[in-house]
């Protein structure tokens, strides 16, 4: 179980596998690079990603408000008139709207074009994890905040991605810990912790629910709701019985009442394997990636790094097998058209359409990965959209793809030679024969493999149900 | 553009486009036994099999689990203002339907349905063991599971499996983009729709007609070239193939139906009311569905709950009110039963943040051309003593609502789709 390959396998084609899985796949140039410079230094390329730096800065606005700043704000606000007052609120989500428009151009302009594309991947597994919304925020500044604590523990310790996470703030407001007091505890975090956070449903029981909402109460947000802060005189003091222990327990007592299950690490182990592998793990595979875990003392790095070289991840029923999320498809369909991203807006209405809005998960459960990404209605959007990132579309400020540049002049010259490369840049997934004679009667019916000629067969090429798989 | 108006059934297409000669690959080996089947069931009796009376469920789900107390209200129980002393509503404010019991007054949209004997209210509807997650609440109701059993088929796709053999793919249409669990069968039918008027294949039409045309010739086949499915190919490349067959199998007539029909009656400009508007249209436009499926989300009011729970409700009733009025004037009212549901109650005491936590036990609507009484079930003590864990108990398994609605209005026995038998809750 575990076992690593033999490096001798290590080629063209595992390396685009792991390309498309530990990124967000890429150009043959890329794969080929990576084929190269061999197994172990592929692997360390993607996760040693802490040695790679990483000079993209901060959005200039990403910063907290001052407390003076907001009672200024808040002052304001308050003796304004109440039409006033309303012009005043629709100014500000304008502005926190165009800052959330930015933080996304941000974010996916690290996923494609980022020095550390394992980082980025593993913020998107833990943003689909630990799913909160900007629907409830509104504050685009706490998303980045959690975006920014899902990067930096991207691969880190397990313990403390859950502790950074019960006490962010953006989590405090999506799931009303922040209301949550000893006379009222709420519930919403304390179920949500166990149920899809740490241990999965069936391991905890609803009286763990009841009594970690009163331990978990002390938690809060200082006025201007961008910090977190303990309140001591909102804390349960009683006594509290959580997975079998008794005591005056809170929030910290908790979290590691529930790092000590076995579970814990079978869970969040079995999630980055369904994650990363595209398929569940089987019950001793599981187990193999928890003990991995557990040896490093809850560190995710070498977790990854056996996963990641294991004859399981290579494995046929792996390969090429997964369906690509919305988010991979469209940051690798742009990079191997060799093209910049559209404006952010665009990729916004673009991953809303195809069922993956970024800061916009459908409810804490996250997303639904895998084949469920492809009904009859987001086939058709896949099928349309790749259209507009092929030939452009001015109305929405996309640029066409310069896809003269990615043949060469030779391919050019020949079709069945621009057949073969084409099916080498876009697909790990053979085409079948029908479908290359297909694209073959295409091109035949064409005089010459002029631009519009090479866009057309590309997207035709992409609209087929092997290049949504990955 | 030209828009398509060739209208094929799944039968028509497979045959034509497969097996008509004009193709001369191999004939996909789950595309084959699919014919076989149609050949042996349904072919040639004409159009495919619709239900009895031409019967079509609309389900409508509520999503995030809705208060069913401050749905119905039990305005002369003290047990109710005690454990809602913020957010109980008072009795004069309620559409009265009992001595007793008076409906939320957003939902004032739903009181020509109830004075026509159209609406049913069903008290206390449950299952033993109850889930107070949202997901697995979820699951246990698409899926029709015991709560202590995980099942992978929704029981409107096993109703799609067991009784709709020969049917399209367009037997169930969900208007949303993801599938609802409830679809999944065996045979994978039923299809997502978003919006009719992305739902084609699109060629930029700087080309010319020549072109265009057989760049979508090119694109029908690209999609239908699942040559053999190799045993050892991975299960997702064969489910999007068949995808990629169904969309272009619904592609041409779910654009044609939406638009030969002009809706007469005005909707919220809600997401729930253009979906049943949309719905409205296919129905009265012709589509051989059976089954539609619609959504609307918001209802986990843990936080100051009365003004949510006073909008979404209101979206409720004026889109189910324009939805039947607009089925009664284009005359289809009385093919079609809708019926919410909502993955659960919430708990009897309100909580300190003005609002409400996950509970049990809830309500659901049925609206049907002649309901059997406006209340059905029984409504749920809120003494203490009675709750289970501050949750109220159920009464009407809602199994026996499924079972109600196959066997007494899509005419169907219910005990192969549900997997067990339950006693059928008179509905119509």
Redesign the interface.
């Known amino acids: 179980m575990l076992e690593p390959i033999n490096p001798k396998q290590w080629d063209y084609r595992l390396a685009a596998h792991l390309l498309n899985r530990a990124g967000f796949g890429g150009p043959p140039d890329e794969i080929e690079r990576l084929a190269k410079i061999g197994f172990d230094k592929a692997i360390s390329y993607f996760v040693d990603f802490d040695r790679v730096s990483d000079p993209t800065p901060a959005p200039a606005w990403a910063k907290a408000e001052s407390e003076e700043q907001w009672e200024q704000r808040s002052a304001a606000r308050r003796a304004a008139d109440p039409k006033q007052r309303s012009q005043i609120d629709a100014m500000r989500r304008s502005q926190e709207r165009k800052n959330l428009s930015d933080l996304l151009g941000w974010w996916l302009k690290r996923m494609a074009n980022g020095s550390r594309p394992l980082q980025e991947k593993l913020t998107l597994f833990w943003h689909d994890h630990f799913a909160t919304s900007y629907e409830k925020l509104e504050n685009a500044y706490l998303m980045w905040l959690q975006n920014e604590t899902f990067r930096r523990n991207a691969a880190g310790n397990w313990t403390r991605m859950l502790e950074e996470i019960t006490v962010d703030p953006a989590m405090l407001v999506w799931l ?1 810990q922040h ?3 000893k ?6 975090y304390a ?1 949500e912790v166990m ?2 956070f740490s241990l999965g ?1 069936g391991n905890y029981t ?1 009286r763990d ?1 009841v009594e970690t909402a009163r331990a978990l109460t002390g938690l809060a947000l200082d006025k201007t709701r961008q910090n977190y802060v303990y309140k001591p005189e909102i804390h349960d003091e009683g006594a509290k019985t959580v997975l079998g222990k008794t005591g005056n327990l809170d929030w910290q007592d908790v979290l590691k009442l529930i790092q000590l299950q076995p579970q814990s690490q079978r869970f969040i182990a079995g999630k980055l394997w369904t994650w990363f592998a ?1 398929v569940p793990p089987s019950r001793e595979l599981t187990d193999a990636l928890a003990e991995e875990l557990r040896r490093s003392a809850n560190h995710f790095q070498p977790m990854l790094k056996v996963l990641f070289s294991s004859q399981e991840f290579y494995s ?2 792996v390969l ?4 690509k999320s919305p988010v991979q498809w469209l940051v690798g369909t742009c990079r191997v058209l060799g093209r910049e991203l559209p404006p952010p807006d665009t990729c916004d209405s673009m991953l809303t ?3 993956q809005r970024l800061f916009f998960p ?4 996250g997303w ?1 990965d ?3 990404w ?8 896949r ?2 959209l790749v ?1 507009r990132l092929i ?1 452009g579309d001015p109305g929405r400020k996309i640029t066409p793809a310069p896809v003269a540049k990615l043949f060469t002049r030779a391919e050019l010259a020949d079709k069945a030679a621009f057949l073969a490369a084409l099916e080498r840049r876009f697909f790990l ?1 053979p085409l ?4 290359k004679k ?2 073959f ?2 091109l035949a ?1 064409r005089r010459a493999l002029d631009d ?1 000629t090479v866009q ?1 067969t590309i ?3 992409l ?4 290049y ?2 990955t | 553009m030209n828009p398509p108006t060739t209208l094929k059934t799944r039968r028509e297409f497979l045959r034509t486009t497969l097996l008509g000669g004009a193709v001369s690959w191999t004939v996909p080996a789950f595309i084959d036994s699919t014919f076989t089947a149609l050949n042996s069931e349904a072919a040639d009796k004409g159009p495919q099999a619709a239900s009895r009376d031409g019967r079509i469920v609309v389900l409508l789900q509520i999503a995030g689990g809705n208060d069913g107390l401050n749905t119905i209200v039990p305005f002369t129980n003290d047990h109710y203002y005690k454990a809602r002393p913020t957010i109980g509503l008072q009795a004069r404010s309620l559409i009265k339907l009992t001595r007793e019991l008076g409906l939320h007054p957003s939902l004032a949209g739903l009181r020509s349905l109830i004075v026509g004997g159209q609406l049913a209210v069903v008290q206390g509807v449950g299952y033993p063991n109850p889930n107070r997650s949202h997901f697995r609440g979820t699951d246990i109701w698409a899926t029709a599971s015991d709560a202590d059993k995980f099942v992978n088929t929704g029981w409107l796709g096993r109703y799609f499996d067991n009784a709709c053999a020969g049917a399209d793919p367009t037997v169930g249409i969900a208007v949303s983009r993801q599938r609802p669990l409830s679809f999944a069968g065996k045979s994978g039918k039923g299809i997502n729709v978003d919006n009719p008027d992305n739902y084609r294949f699109m060629v930029s039409s700087k080309d010319d007609a020549g072109t265009m045309a057989t760049t979508q010739q090119s694109y029908r086949e690209l999609n239908q070239s699942s040559s053999t499915m190799a045993a050892d190919a991975a299960a997702s490349i064969n489910y999007v193939k068949r995808v990629a067959l169904d969309v272009q199998v619904s592609s041409d007539q779910i654009i044609a139906r939406s638009k030969s029909i002009e809706n007469k009656a005005k909707y919220p400009s809600s997401q729930l009311g253009n979906s049943l508007k949309l719905i409205a249209r296919w129905i009265a436009g012709g589509m051989p569905t059976r089954v539609y499926y619609a959504s609307q989300g918001g209802y986990d009011t843990h936080i100051n709950q009365p003004p949510a729970h006073e909008r979404l409700l209101k979206d409720l009733g004026d889109s189910i009110q324009a939805f039947t009025d607009d089925l009664k004037a284009l005359g289809h009212f009385n093919r079609v039963l809708l019926m919410t549901f909502s993955e659960f109650g919430r708990r009897v005491k309100e909580n300190a943040s003005t609002g409400t936590d996950h509970g049990a036990g809830s309500m659901l609507f049925v609206v049907a051309p002649k309901v059997k009484s406006s209340l059905l079930g029984k409504y749920p003590s809120l003494a203490p003593a009675d709750l289970h864990q501050g949750d109220l108990k159920y009464n009407v398994d809602f199994r026996q609502v499924y079972a109600g609605v196959l066997e007494g209005w899509l005419q169907t026995p219910s005990q192969p789709i549900l997997g067990q038998q339950f006693e059928p809750l008179a509905l119509v």
């Open positions: 009303d209301t949550s007091n006379r009222h505890p709420n519930e919403n179920r149920e899809l449903e609803e629910v595209g046929p029923e090429a097998a997964q369906v359409s195809l069922g459908p409810d804490v459960n639904v895998g084949p469920d492809i009904t009859t209605n987001n086939l058709l959007d099928y349309n259209e030939l997934v079948e024969d029908s479908q297909t694209l009667d295409f019916a519009a057309q997207r035709l090429a609209s087929t149900p092997q949504q798989l």
